[in-house]
């Protein structure tokens, strides 16, 4: 195993009402879209392929007061973490930011099985590479299923849970949304581009509206579609995809032992699979304030935070109520 550092500047140009023609070219692993702080290298042998995570490792001036980890969702990467990179870093935290295999500016590999255990088992190489044994662990969307993997898998480890509006509240399959196989979600995938990718997360995520700050992240997933490995990047994310359909964790929620904070926007309606079904339960899947009151109930000592009017992004749409609300997880060292 090796960790490999580089310098990376961020990039904070937004291309709202650029044309397809305009459409940053960033690569397939987004070799060319800059995170905000200085990505490393994690490179480790995984089901018998050399793989490698790209990680950000940022911590305070002083000695820190713990670490927190940040886990992405299916659609986005480490770098939308920005603002709660430095805002946790500003309060005293070291805080490690994954690109998870199979996404952004990690391995993809041909040929890999895709499981919420084996990626929580390649952040805990990860945390174990960087001698952090204890932390707390945050992610949004399918992060939030990864964090909860993480945290049941190695609960010795983790001494705060958070969730900000995770997917996976509701097992989609059990409530009748029929199975797809992986061939027929690679075609899928490969019919993705920067259209359709603003279309679903205007409709889905912000609830019809639009804004610079927006187009950024759709623009970044976008790039990796449409770049010359569109089919290295389609087949990763079919895979992925499959994972959060087959592999609920909303049945194991009350083995949680930690405390575990619900962050969630109000508006969300996200769900999987929702045009695979009849209108009826269409209306009722995605449904996130009965799902966060629902998921509390199961917990041994959860907390909810609700964010009203807001949608799947709390820390994209409303950042200043998010971090706001963050510094009651994650208080500093006063």
């Known amino acids: 195993m090796r960790l490999i550092t580089a ?21 397939a692993d987004l070799q060319h879209f800059t995170y905000p702080h200085p990505v490393s290298e994690f490179e480790f042998t995984s089901q018998r392929e050399p793989v490698s995570m790209a990680f950000m490792d940022v911590g305070p001036e002083e000695d820190a007061i713990g670490t927190v980890v940040l886990l992405h969702g299916k659609n986005f990467c480490g770098a939308y973490w920005h603002q709660t990179i430095d805002h946790l870093v500003e309060q005293g935290y070291r805080v490690v930011v994954p690109d998870q295999i199979g996404f952004c500016k990690s ?10 255990a084996q990626l929580a088992d390649n952040t805990r190489k990860l945390l174990d590479a960087l001698g952090i044994e204890s932390v707390s ?56 581009d920067y259209e359709s990718i603003r279309d679903y997360q205007q ?34 994310q079919a895979r992925t995809a499959d994972m959060v359909m087959t592999q609920p964790v909303l049945y194991e929620f009350d083995q949680l032992a930690m405390p575990v ?22 209306e009722q899947m995605g449904d996130y304030t009965t799902l966060g009151d629902r998921t509390l109930e199961r917990l041994q000592h ?16 409303a950042p200043d109520r998010y971090l706001e609300a963050l510094d009651q997880v994650f208080p500093d060292a006063d």
């Not at 097992?171 to 690679?186: C, N, T």
């Open 203 to 236: 409709t889905y995520y912000y609830d019809g509206n639009w804004n610079s700050n927006y187009d950024r992240w759709a623009r970044m997933l976008a790039a990796t579609y449409e770049s010359d490995e569109r089919e290295r990047v389609a087949w990763a």
């Open 107 to 116: 391995s993809k590999p041909e040929s890999y099985q895709y499981t919420f």
């Open 137 to 192: 662990v945050l992610g949004h969307s399918m992060g939030g299923m990864l964090a909860t993997r993480f945290a049941l898998q190695y609960p010795e480890r983790v001494e705060h849970l958070a969730m900000l509006n995770p997917i996976g509240l509701e097992d989609w399959r059990a409530l009748g949304v029929p199975y797809r196989s992986v061939d027929q979600i690679f075609e899928a995938e490969m019919q993705k």
């Open 302 to 317: 959860g907390e909810l935070i609700l964010f009203e009017g807001i949608g799947h992004m709390p820390h994209i749409e």
């Open 7 to 27: 310098v990376s500047v961020f990039v904070v140009a937004c291309f709202s009402g650029a044309g397809v023609a305009d459409a940053p070219d960033y690569g």
């Open 261 to 282: 904070t619900l962050l969630i926007g109000d508006r969300d309606r996200t769900a999987i699979g929702r045009p695979l079904v009849d209108d009826e339960l269409a």
